[in-house]
């Protein structure tokens, strides 16, 4: 696979909007016109001279630098468009075993210079972003520490080099008959280690839990030596190392080796599609499901929008009208809301789980029927597919940009609506609509997360689309923090989110994130500006 | 109730020891001689003069002082009953309020005195029995927020006052339609706030979680202000504050008022006792169905020692003898173990997770039959109340004590060998033998907690039958400490794990925990001795 440079994923896998999906968008935000890309090489050629020393561990090349400056945020998707990234690490290293790391903390330390841990660079908060420094700064690419080290199968616990990617994750773990069950939406690139770090979900977190349910314990290399997490199933005796570590996202340490909780590989997996005749209702049921505790693998509701917007995207124009005909059919309107469903296990374990979901659907006025089954399918072919669209609508002059967050079920609506309306509101003073629709996803007997997606049109210049995208995000986190909402349930802090960590955590849980973080690097040496914005103080 | 005070529970139960079941004891550790006990007169007559400053909130009452000066492990049992307490709290606090707690702590900065805070008093590892220290002590009883003070339905989470005990958590819950389901041993006594600060984990924890999984939010009064953790279902933003309070017992402050994750009440509840031929068929059987995710809410598996101590403790001798005649019967001979088991949700979950558990245990030679629902039942009916028989034992010069830790299900047999062997040959210098037998529960797919009862003879004085204590519980704690395992599964450190902790936490994981604590507490002036050993220093 060769990945883009400056995009999502594989470059050979193109996911093409369709002329009706094309048409809805510019229905809503009207006729886009692209902004001109830069090429590779006229970004390497901008890559000032590296300030490191020289290591054997230490690559300076132009590409590898460039390669690894940014993730995939918004900004970090103009940056690489524009050819204005600001930053370069000044070198990259690939080390192959945590002994490596160690040398290469203990050389940062000697010679005085930052350094910035990678995994799969998938970011979309500028987790991984340089800042500029007057010291030099090192990007740690975790990638050829990628190997299942040892599998447990009595205790069910896999130990992996921290950089092993997703794919890699399941693949070496299959082979075994085993499996991970972690499928956050950039589980093509994403790695174990950053999915620790940053305290990542993935989509059939409702069978497997959070990365926090299934990390067991490992090793982290620290500017104070090595921190080795002990994997025991549960504990009291004080607080969890494990829950300390998870989130740090670089700021006291890089985790090299992880022991994480496998299953055997389930006798069979499904995934269904059924509609819902409104959001009430979609809302009523999946809450019910979750506070039952009915076992089920992942379960997904979109709004009446994102379920139009899908049903665009997604299909040709054909397929729409035929499954639009049949919903029509069978009393669902405009107001009808998609619901995704997965049940995973033993095939009498999804049996009897598919009686008490359809029981609780269909008592809430659900559909499914002969499209339930095919329509299930073909999300789980495409369920990591949707990050490449941005590529196609990028190049018409569309950008699209996602947000999330977490809240309890009473709050649901309030801070759903808040969102949408601020984000359509958020470009009206240059008399420009945005396309914006939600799903919600992670469900919790007490709440669930919230994930909205926005479609804009592109400025005339990169540095005017950068400040729509400001107007749009910074008025959604701003109703996020104040409204009893998490700034991240999935996508974890970075730079981007840092200004808004105070109104969850408090001054004092700020001050503990603080206190931590100037113990274990009173340099601002590892990653500094993520997690915690630089020059604050709580004490 | 009228609470025992120096022993378990209310005065008016007793829980006898059956006549075979003394038998049992008296056949592997001889014929005890029981030492004299002291009266609460007597202890009351020997506590010195307060040295709190007055104020309107502290109670300096010889009869309060003593009731709050010891917990409920075996020391403090030694200390209640011989009358040498060592040391009493200086005075009790009543607060009602986090305000008046908040005035309480500002009050112990500006007077310079201690703190400790007191739950239901159900300690089994010294978390609040006072050292010797030159400041005064004052001991914040919480027992009057003891109140639900929320109920939001659709999100399914109370609020309650943190010294809100088992009893009064479920009730308030129950008039609702609601429970919490976190049933620890000491649950009649044992309070909310005091779950989380020490990370508990209940009898049901298959069900409903350990406390880490119903703490919601909450308020914590610490010397630097109110910490309010706001309730999120799950987030990737930075370590959860939630994670880091739990299990800090009283050193970073005290909880005033938690949310805690609710259910509705379950449409059924059932539990079941089975035997098993022998220990590996039913630990196998165990493994397969927790690995399997069969809903259940509960799960023990004794080994043969346990199996026939409580067969003979629980039963009278006829009951028992039926009991045996009927599984040898069945092909089970000494080498069987009961294996308990609960299933709890609607009767069609029941039923369909009876069905799977049915078919693991039978598969693996499990015998239930009759007996299953009957003695299931009967578990169900005593199932806080092997606490009182130390009572009843104690009088006849029989010591008990408990210890618990929990490991992956690779190193179970070797730990739970070790730890019996440990216990069993601990006295062998002074010709003393032990009687000890074991249980698995909290089950995860990664391991199990392992839970041993060791029954031994009082010596000839207190002093004596405290040395031959610290012979069986230091021994027993650096096994566990040596076996990647944890110092405790479900009680906490307290004062008497905490030179254990290392171990697990290493020197790194303890830098962690000094540094947060010298951060809120810098004068020790919390709490002190408790989680972390004074005068140690990790930097």
């Known amino acids: 696979m060769g990945r883009r440079w400056n995009g999502w994923g594989d470059e050979s896998y193109v996911k093409e909007v369709s002329d009706h999906g094309r048409a809805l968008i510019h229905s809503i935000i009207g006729q886009p016109e692209p902004l001109p890309s830069v090429t590779l090489e006229q970004v390497t050629a901008q890559v000032p001279a590296s300030r490191l020393p020289q290591h ?3 690559v300076t090349d132009a590409e590898d630098r460039v390669r690894h400056a940014r993730g995939q945020s918004f900004p970090d998707w103009l940056a690489m468009h524009s050819g204005e990234f600001g930053f370069f690490p000044d070198g990259v290293a690939y080390p192959e075993t945590s002994g490596q790391v160690r040398e290469l903390l203990d050389f940062a330390v000697q010679q005085d210079f930052e350094v910035i841990p990678y995994g799969g660079g998938t970011s979309v908060a500028g987790h991984i972003t340089p800042q500029q420094s007057q010291r030099a700064i090192l990007t740690i690419d975790m990638s050829r520490m990628n190997q299942l ?3 447990n199968e009595e205790s069910q616990i ?7 990617p997703g794919p890699l994750v399941e693949s070496q773990l299959r082979a075994r008959g085993y499996t991970l069950g972690h499928y956050p939406q950039s589980w093509e690139l994403s790695t174990v280690g950053g999915w620790i770090a940053s305290r990542s979900s993935g989509q059939q977190s409702l069978r497997y839990g959070r990365i926090e349910q299934m ?25 969890d190392m494990r829950e300390i570590t998870m989130g740090t996202e670089g700021r006291m340490g890089i985790f090299t080796e992880v022991q994480v909780r496998v299953s ?24 019910e499901l979750v506070q039952q505790r009915v076992p089920m693998s992942m379960m997904r ?7 139009k917007a899908h049903a665009h995207l997604g299909t040709k124009e054909s397929q729409f009208k035929a499954l639009d005909k049949f919903l029509r059919f069978r009393g669902l309107d405009d107001n009808r809301c998609m619901l995704t469903f997965g049940v995973t296990g033993t095939k009498f374990q999804n049996k009897t789980s598919l009686r008490q979901i359809r029981k609780v659907l269909k008592s809430n006025g659900g559909v499914g029927g002969v499209i339930a089954n095919m329509m299930g399918t073909i999300w789980a072919e495409g369920r990591f597919k949707f990050p490449y669209l941005r590529e196609s609508t990028w190049e018409e002059g569309i950008a699209i940009d996602t947000l999330e967050t977490s809240t309890d079920w009473d709050n649901v609506d309030r801070l759903l609506n808040d969102i949408e309306e601020t984000l359509e509101n958020a470009l009206k003073d240059e008399n420009e609509e945005v396309m914006v629709f939600t799903h919600l996803s992670h469900l919790y007997s007490q709440g669930c997360s919230i994930y909205t997606t926005y479609f804009f049109r592109c400025a005339d210049s990169y540095a005017n689309t950068y400040k729509r995208w400001q107007k749009l995000k910074y008025g959604a986190s701003e109703v996020i923090a104040r409204q009893r909402a998490t700034i991240s349930h999935q996508h974890g802090v970075g730079k981007d989110h840092a200004p808004y960590l105070e109104a969850e955590k408090g001054k004092l849980g700020m001050r503990v994130l603080h206190t931590l973080a100037d113990d274990f690097d009173p340099d601002q040496r590892l990653n500094p500006g993520t997690l915690l914005e630089q020059g604050k103080s709580y004490k």
């Open 149 to 151: 080290l040892d599998l």
């Open 215 to 239: 990390f067991a314990g490992g090793r982290m290399e620290t500017l104070h030596g090595t921190l080795d997490i002990p994997t025991i199933p549960a504990s009291s005796a004080g607080p």
């Open 158 to 164: 896999a130990t992996f080099g921290a950089g092993t």
């Open 264 to 287: 055997r590989l389930a006798e069979e997996e499904k995934f269904f599609v059924y509609f819902m005749p409104n959001w009430q209702a979609a809302k009523k049921a999946v809450r």
């Open 56 to 58: 054997p561990l230490i």
């Open 301 to 307: 509701v979109s709004n009446a929008k994102e379920s």
